[in-house]
């Protein structure tokens, strides 16, 4: 059986070695003689591997320690409602910055909990840019400005940590975590669902600047307080061990490939050569996003003619290039080229789209 190269936007392509050491280590986890998602999550053996992954992962994003790392089930959704509900004191306002899909569904789950204002909206322009700085309408005195790092869906991507002032910055990193370097320091809150970057859904990280896990925020259950989960190490209640445990072997992975120095490196050449055979296929293929906010992990683009769509994904898929088929919302093609696509598959497939223009040209 050869795998697939598979370019699903989530949950996504992880890296072989990983799948192997996490089936070998299946049935009986060093010589525990019980699989690790058997065994208490508060004994020595998961205690271990919960440990080094927090451990590791400081290590990758160089985390500093004026900021707690959770690791949180549920997915980057949850995670939307429960930072307006720890954040943000009733009545407070949050600035939300728009620039995709996932910047309305954070909206849509903070609603409830704090006065939304959108200090900036790219659905005028479909999605295909960024909003410039300059037009942001912050308010004083909010109790946080929301970005999307990288819209998943739209293909658009936050090329530097923006300058908010003075309230804490809050990043939805699910689709580009890790993805190269970034000052961690320069955020209140750094949210991820593992399961485009990090490992397999169902776990979240949440890096939180301590000082934040004191605010007074919402009257709410403990189980949905940052500060609880943060004192209890992520162990107020029991965990989703397997995916901790399966995005820690991503982590060391992502440490023994080199870190996200080596991560941005690669990503950039994949990007650079997926975005040039669009921009050089002379229209046959296109991308509408502006060059500079271009997301090097999700790469949306479209036929000249649709009718072309499914003989496209037909002809991949036999090529051995699965899950290209776009977002409902957009239709189309998109490709999502994280950490874990190997170099080797973006190159399959840029071959594989002047192939196709050839014979379809
Ligand atoms: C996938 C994704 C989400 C939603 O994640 P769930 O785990 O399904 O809640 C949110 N934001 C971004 C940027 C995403 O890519």
């Known amino acids: 059986m050869t795998r697939a190269y598979n370019f699903s936007a989530g949950p996504a392509t992880l890296p072989e070695s990983v799948l192997r050491q996490a089936g070998e280590e299946l049935l009986d986890?060093?010589?525990?003689?019980?699989?690790?998602?058997?065994?208490?999550h508060r004994g020595p053996e998961f205690m271990q591997v919960a440990t080094e992954a927090e451990a590791d992962l400081r290590t990758l994003m160089s985390i500093p320690d004026s900021h707690a790392v959770l690791f949180l089930s549920g997915g980057a959704t949850t995670q939307q409602a429960l930072l307006a509900l720890n954040?943000?004191?009733?009545?407070?306002?949050?600035?939300?910055?728009?620039?995709?899909?996932?910047?309305?569904?954070?909206?849509?789950?903070?609603q409830p909990y704090v006065a939304v204002n959108v200090a900036a909206d790219g659905d005028g322009?479909?999605?295909?840019?960024?909003?410039?700085?300059?037009?942001?309408?912050?308010?004083?005195?909010?109790?946080?400005?929301?970005?999307?790092?990288?819209?998943?869906?739209?293909?658009?991507?936050?090329?530097?940590?923006?300058?908010?002032?003075?309230?804490?910055?809050?990043?939805d990193f699910s689709s580009s975590i890790a993805a190269g370097p970034l000052d961690v320091s320069r955020y209140g809150v750094i949210?991820?669902?593992?399961?485009?970057?990090?490992?397999?859904?169902?776990?979240?990280?949440?890096?939180?600047?301590?000082?934040?896990?004191?605010?007074?925020?919402?009257?709410?259950?403990?189980?949905?307080?940052?500060?609880?989960?943060?004192?209890?190490?992520?162990?107020?209640?029991?965990?989703?061990?397997?995916?901790?445990?399966?995005?820690?072997?991503v982590f060391k992975w992502m440490l023994a490939e080199g870190g996200v120095e080596e991560f941005a490196r690669r990503n950039a050449r994949k990007a650079a050569a997926l975005y040039g055979a669009i921009d050089g296929s002379g229209g046959f293929y296109r991308n509408e996003v502006a060059v500079?906010?271009?997301?090097?992990?999700?790469?949306?683009?479209?036929?000249?003619?649709?009718?072309?769509?499914?003989?496209?994904?037909?002809?991949?898929?036999?090529?051995?290039?699965?899950?290209?088929?776009?977002?409902?919302?957009?239709?189309?093609?998109?490709?999502s080229i994280y950490n874990a696509m190997p170099e080797e598959g973006v190159q399959a497939l840029v071959a594989f789209m002047g192939d196709f223009q050839k014979r379809h040209g």
């Open 29 to 40: 986890w060093r010589g525990a003689r019980a699989s690790i998602i058997e065994l208490s």
């Open 87 to 110: 954040l943000a004191a009733p009545g407070q306002v949050a600035d939300y910055v728009v620039t995709g899909h996932w910047g309305k569904t954070a909206i849509k789950q903070a």
């Open 125 to 171: 322009g479909g999605f295909r840019d960024i909003p410039p700085a300059t037009d942001w309408r912050l308010t004083d005195g909010a109790a946080y400005v929301h970005v999307t790092a990288n819209e998943t869906i739209h293909g658009v991507e936050f090329q530097h940590t923006p300058d908010v002032g003075d309230a804490p910055l809050v990043a």
């Open 191 to 249: 949210y991820a669902g593992a399961q485009k970057n990090l490992g397999p859904v169902g776990v979240s990280v949440v890096i939180v600047r301590r000082d934040l896990l004191e605010r007074t925020g919402h009257a709410r259950a403990p189980i949905f307080d940052y500060a609880r989960h943060a004192q209890a190490g992520s162990m107020l209640n029991t965990p989703p061990t397997f995916n901790w445990y399966l995005a820690g072997l």
């Open 292 to 335: 500079a906010a271009r997301s090097r992990m999700n790469v949306p683009f479209f036929l000249h003619d649709d009718a072309l769509d499914k003989t496209f994904l037909a002809e991949a898929k036999e090529a051995g290039l699965i899950a290209l088929k776009g977002h409902r919302a957009l239709g189309g093609m998109r490709a």
